[in-house]
């Protein structure tokens, strides 16, 4: 597993450090984007029970590989988690860039994020 995670600037009244980070993984045998996908929400439906409310998914592409998305809100103790996971396969090894941030903050750092998904490439 091979990981990078960037943080974003501390903020004195913030009770989460919004991040944005990145996994890189080798599967066990071939295993179709779709099937990973649905392992993992179902994975984050287990882990995080109030991750169910507002859930959105989609398709992305960066360079020419085709990933998935999903957006999904969470509450974790006293706070409110908003999270998007971006997921890639190719050659049997994963990669997913995952950016979480407090509610309210999800906004305020979610472009560097899209920049980061757009100019992501997988050699």
């Known amino acids: 597993i091979v990981a990078i995670i960037a943080y ?9 450090r919004a991040n944005i980070n990145v996994v890189a993984r080798e599967l066990p045998e ?7 996908f649905e392992m993992n929400k179902q994975e984050i439906l287990q882990k995080l ?4 409310e507002d859930v959105s998914e989609g398709e992305v592409v ?18 409110t988690l908003k999270n998007t996971v971006v997921t890639w396969i190719k050659n049997r090894r994963a990669y997913v860039l995952n950016y979480i941030a407090e509610k309210n903050d999800f ?15 997988i050699k």
């Open 8 to 16: 974003a600037p501390v903020k004195s009244n913030a009770k989460f």
């Open 30 to 36: 071939e295993t179709p984007l779709d099937i990973l």
């Open 49 to 52: 029970p109030g991750s169910k």
């Open 62 to 79: 960066a360079a020419k590989d085709k990933g998935k998305w999903r957006t999904f809100t969470t509450k974790v103790q006293d706070l």
């Open 107 to 121: 906004p305020l750092y979610e472009p560097f994020f899209k920049k980061a998904v757009q100019t992501f490439r």
